[in-house]
C-alpha cells in the first residue's frame, strides 16, 4: 500500500528562487497527499527540502507514510530542511506518519530544520500541524532545531504525536541549538 520516491536530485537555479529545492517531491501552489505505507527517501536537495518542498499556498497533507528512513540511516538531505521545508504553504502530519533520519547540512553556512523547517514572508502564511501518533525523530542539523525548526513567521501546532521518541529503529533527534524544537 502506497508508493516511492527515492534517490531524486535537486540541484537546478530558477529565476522563482525555489530552484534546488524539493529533492523528492516540489509542491508550488498545488496539493499533494501522502497515506499508508507511502515512502520519500534517499532525494537530496542543494537549497531546501530534501524530501519535500511547500510553498506558493501549496498543501501537503501527510496522514501515514514515511519521510526518510526509520532503520537509522541517513536519508533525505538538503541545506536546510533535510525532511520538509515549508515557505509560505501548508503540511499536515496525522496518522502513524513517521518523519525520520533526514539531515540539515552545509559546509559553507549553518543549516536548520533536520526533520521540518518552517519559516514564511508573512504571519500565517507558513503552517506545520503535529496530531496523533506522528513521530519525528532521528533526525538532525548542523545549527538548529534537529527536529523542528521555526523561522520568525513560521507556525508550528503540536495536538498529538512525539517528537525524539527514542525506540530501536531510530534516537532522539540532534542539533547545536533546539535538539527537538527550535522557535
Not at 498543501?59 to 536546510?80: L, P, Q
Amino acid at each position: 500500500d502506497g508508493g516511492t520516491i527515492s534517490e531524486n536530485d535537486a540541484s537546478g537555479d530558477d529565476a522563482s528562487g525555489d530552484g534546488a529545492s524539493g529533492g523528492g517531491v516540489c509542491i508550488s501552489g498545488g496539493t499533494f497527499t501522502m497515506s499508508g505505507g507511502a515512502v520519500i527517501s534517499k532525494n537530496t536537495a542543494a537549497s531546501s527540502g530534501g524530501g519535500v518542498f511547500v510553498s506558493d499556498s501549496g498543501k501537503f497533507t501527510m496522514e501515514g507514510g514515511t519521510i526518510g528512513e526509520t532503520g537509522g540511516g541517513s536519508s533525505n538531505s538538503a541545506e536546510n530542511g533535510g525532511g520538509v521545508y515549508i515557505h509560505n504553504g501548508t503540511f499536515t502530519m496525522s496518522g502513524s506518519a513517521v518523519i525520520s533520519g533526514n539531515n540539515a547540512s552545509s559546509s559553507s553556512s549553518s543549516s536548520s530544520g533536520g526533520g521540518v523547517y518552517v519559516g514564511g514572508d508573512r504571519q500565517g502564511t507558513s503552517t506545520f500541524t503535529m496530531r496523533d501518533r506522528a513521530v519525528i525523530s532521528g533526525n538532525s542539523a548542523t545549527s538548529s532545531g534537529g527536529g523542528v525548526y521555526v523561522y520568525e513567521t513560521g507556525e508550528f501546532t503540536m495536538e498529538g504525536g512525539t517528537i525524539g521518541e527514542k525506540t530501536v529503529e531510530a534516537s532522539g533527534n540532534s542539533s547545536e541549538f533546539g535538539g527537538g524544537v527550535c522557535v
